[in-house]
């Protein structure tokens, strides 16, 4: 056990899915894993071990921002042998051409946070995907029907941002879409010598103001899901 997560040692697969809503945890084990079982429950943080096509795979939230993302996947993949974490989350969408409920693969992942200053580099480490997972899931896409955009987005630590033009820079050197998680998944999975990877759906339009509702958010992108689960056992 550690302070976050209440299970053993083998209890959770070698892989994980982490939406940030432990709720979609919830809806992805029920409607997705054969057999799941409950293995974390400690501050409403749900995580779930079931089978998927023979597979053994987990599902667990992760909260939102990077400080929660840094402390689960921290623990998974230092005292729980978790060798990947694939991030099933959304995002709000600020490059052309990107529609809502569009797919969006995390290959990289700028940042606004200061998370990555505790690891004392001399200069700017930049958080990357695992080439084979982004293969995997574009793949996963492909045979599902989808056309995924792949490249560059924004995690950043303020939602509620003071400055309205902060985002526009973004957009103009050529990032996504922006969420909350994915520089520090990545950031941690380098550190610790695993494997990460974030595939989203645009779930609102940053400059539009169009948006789905958190119903929607919880339950109805399952097909997000269905090609993370696919990538996850290729």
Not at 40 to 63: A, D, E, I, P
Not at 167 to 182: D, F, I, N, P, Y
């Amino acid at each position: 056990m550690t302070p976050h997560i209440e299970t053993r040692v083998g209890e959770i697969a070698k892989t994980v899915l982490m939406p940030g809503d432990p709720l979609r945890a919830k809806f992805i084990a029920a409607n997705f894993l054969e057999d799941a079982q409950q293995f974390n429950g400690v501050r409403g943080m749900l995580g779930f071990t079931g089978n998927y096509k023979g597979h053994q795979l987990s599902v667990m939230g992760s909260g939102m921002g990077i400080p929660s993302i840094g402390i689960y996947a921290h623990e998974l993949y230092e005292f729980f042998e978790v060798e990947t974490i694939i991030r099933v989350g959304t995002a709000g969408g600020i490059a052309e051409g990107i529609n809502l409920r569009d797919i969006v693969i995390a290959q990289a992942a700028c940042t606004d946070s200061n998370f990555i200053s505790q690891y004392s580099l001399n200069g700017t480490f930049a958080p990357i995907a695992d080439f084979d997972l982004i293969t995997a899931t574009v793949n996963a896409a492909k045979q599902a029907g989808k056309t995924p955009f792949v490249g560059n987005v924004l995690t950043s630590d303020v939602f509620y941002n003071d400055n309205p033009e902060a985002t526009k820079s973004w957009q103009r050197m050529g990032v996504l879409a922006v969420e909350m998680e994915a520089a520090g998944l990545y950031a941690t999975a380098a550190r610790l010598g695993k494997k990460a990877m974030a595939i989203l759906t645009i779930s609102d339009m940053v400059f539009t103001n169009e948006a789905t509702t958190s119903q929607e958010r919880q339950e109805s992108f399952t097909d997000m899901m269905k090609i993370a689960l696919e990538a996850a056992i290729s």
